[in-house]
């Protein structure tokens, strides 16, 4: 991704969101920022003070002309993000101003910075680990309060803080298996093999919990996705409209009319969701649009973290519709009857469920009673109340997966090499259980290891920089 001398660069680019704004910013960073700046903004003194402002016209240095009213702000190598020299040059928000001023400092020397690229060089100046590295795009992506705060964690170390303990745990372990082989034809033991297991067994139980973390953590990060299914005609479209607050879907008594999978995000207690309408289920239709849309409604309740199983409480279940349910996985699912306000006396929960006793959907029910008073609803699409009590009981059992302060990861690449790294520890584990000798354990330490030191980025190569750094967008 980034290689040889371009590393030595003097980069720029805007960092704030293009199109129009009362204020856009420019960072420029490297080797030659403060003498390039200084040529476009001369009332810059000759040593500038660090995380000091200072103000005045930046100028076209051939022709003199004004180009913009701006703020500088100088930062000093070592005590920048990027670890670099740095400025920031506060401009009005036109992506003209901006334009021009790019323009200057990049026919003065700097060039045009790479996607991520500030955020690689603090990287690789020490400034970051690859973990807090990933927390700040996480943090610029995060569209919920319960997201910044995972990712600001993330940010000021949590996770790192918690790997660098395994990796010195795992090093002594290393390093005391080393030397027993070293001694070994001596026949001298070195290694008190209580200790290590000990040690392991830490390391095995910290590994654990934070691979165990990553459900939670994925949605903080990226929060529900909610599928809403069922027969058509049994106010699905209008219930995601009410999930919404928002007429995204259409609404018409006749079924079938959502023919495709239409989404939608909202934010409730904290926590961003995706929520997801799809076409109605049947068999009996010969309209090939609605067949597809069917298909894609079945693909969409795959991928969902919870689905919504929608039926008319006028109508009642029917055989078909406890055919759907069957297929659910009563883990992730909901039951909400729409349409309340037909009847008299809203349905019993407990006498809903009694009607499912014979189906395999009651079977996978584990507890029953707290199945019927936190996963089922009876409710009026017409009736804003319902988001509510719906989404409410939704934070609630999410809330209660969560434990407070608990360090959690939230990035697949991590849960990728954390798993790995758990595998290679349990097989450790084995290994000195049965005596095997302290080459293999050592083979399975050094393994761990790596897959430690991958996910922190003290090892890394072209492929995993990017992986992590093509997200990014330009100017971070």
């Not at 803080?161 to 030397?179: F, G, P, R, S, Y």
Request: hydrophobic share 40%.
């Amino acid at each position: 991704m980034h290689q040889g001398d371009r590393d030595k660069d003097t980069i720029c680019a805007v960092s704030t969101p293009h199109g129009v704004g009362g204020i856009s910013v420019i960072r420029i960073s490297g080797p030659q920022t403060l003498s390039v700046v200084k040529r476009v903004c001369a009332f810059l003194p000759e040593h500038p003070e660090s995380h000091r402002v200072y103000f005045g016209y930046l100028k076209n240095p051939q022709t003199g002309e004004e180009i913009d009213e701006v703020l500088v702000t100088y930062f000093k190598t070592g005590k920048s993000f990027t670890g670099e020299e740095v400025i920031e040059i506060s401009c009005h928000g036109s992506p003209h101003i901006c334009q021009s001023i790019l323009q200057q400092l990049i026919s003065l020397g700097a060039r045009p910075a790479d996607r991520g690229e500030f955020t690689y060089r603090a990287f690789m100046n020490g400034k970051l680990d690859l973990v807090q590295a990933e927390s700040v795009l996480s943090l610029i992506e995060s569209q919920s309060s319960q997201a910044s705060k995972l990712a600001l964690r993330q940010l000021k170390g949590d996770v790192s803080k918690k790997l660098e303990q395994i990796e010195d745990d795992m090093t002594w372990i290393l390093a005391h298996a080393e030397a027993q082989i070293d001694f070994s034809t001596e026949g001298i033991d070195v290694v008190d093999y209580s200790v290590v297991k000990q040690r392991l067994k830490k390391v095995e139980e910290t590994l654990k919990e934070l691979v165990g973390t990553f459900k939670v953590g994925r949605l903080l990060k990226d929060g529900f996705r909610v599928v809403l299914t069922g027969l058509p005609n049994v106010g699905k479209s209008s219930l995601l409209n009410l999930f919404l607050e928002d007429e995204r879907a259409i609404v018409t008594d006749i079924p079938g009319t959502t023919r495709d999978v239409i989404h939608g995000d909202t934010t409730f207690g904290g926590v961003k969701f995706t929520f997801v309408d799809t076409a109605g289920l049947r068999d009996q239709t010969t309209d090939l649009v609605e067949r597809i849309g069917i298909q894609k409604s079945y693909e969409a309740q795959n991928e969902s973290d919870v689905v919504f199983f929608i039926y008319d409480l006028d109508k009642g279940l029917s055989a078909a519709e406890l055919q759907i349910l069957e297929s659910l996985e009563p883990s992730r699912t909901y039951i909400i009857g729409n349409k309340v306000d037909r009847l008299g006396v809203p349905p019993k929960a407990l006498d809903v469920l009694e009607t499912l006793k014979n189906s395999k959907f009651f079977q996978k029910i584990a507890d029953k009673t707290d199945f019927s008073t936190r996963r089922m609803f009876f409710v009026s699409a017409l009736d804003k109340k319902a988001r509510t009590s719906v989404l409410q009981s939704l934070v609630k059992e999410f809330a209660d997966l969560q434990v407070e302060n608990t360090v959690l990861i939230s990035n697949a690449r991590h849960f990728e090499n954390l798993s790995r790294a758990l595998e290679n520890t349990q097989r450790s584990q084995m290994i000195v259980d049965n005596g095997m000798g302290s080459e293999f354990l050592s083979l399975e330490l050094k393994e761990s290891l790596i897959a430690i030191h991958e996910t922190l980025g003290k090892r890394f190569d072209d492929q995993i920089m990017d992986r992590v750094f093509k997200e990014f967008c330009i100017g971070k």
